[in-house]
Nanobody
Framework: QVQLVESGGGLVQSGGSLRLSCAASGRTFSRYDMAWFRQAPGKEREFVAA????????FYTDAVKGRFTISRDNAKNTLYLQMNSLRPEDTAVYYC???????????WGQGTQVTVSS
């Protein structure tokens, strides 16, 4: 099991940028695939981006391609999400998640709020 703590959320104007961080503790971070999800008010949680345990493969939902970048620093046990050209529809609570078995996201953080004003 790994413990995850997100940070970096906040209020930003449309077109602005934020960088989210997810600090991991517990078992070896470098062995986990990692991902970001988000949940907007009244909507289900949705996948945003993922990165494999080595960091060589990344995946994005179509809505954020070209605007968001997921990365990780295994030496710092930290996952990042660089978010550029933010839009009001990006407003949500953002969660990081970890998978030790490469099939299910078993560990979750508490989330960080991102609000984009128009």
């Amino acid at each position: 099991q790994v413990q995850l703590v997100e940070s970096g959320g906040g209020l930003v104007q449309s077109g602005g940028s934020l960088r989210l961080s997810c600090a991991a503790s517990g078992r070896t971070f470098s062995r986990y695939d990692m991902a970001w999800f988000r949940q907007a008010p009244g909507k289900e949680r949705e996948f945003v981006a993922a990165i494999n345990w080595i960091g060589g493969s990344t995946f994005y939902t179509d809505a954020v391609k070209g605007r968001f970048t997921i990365s990780r620093d295994n030496a710092k046990n930290t996952l990042y999400l660089q978010m550029n050209s933010l839009r009001p529809e990006d407003t949500a609570v953002y969660y990081c998640a970890a998978s030790s078995n490469h099939t299910a996201w078993g560990d979750w953080g508490q989330g960080t709020q991102v609000t984009v004003s128009s």
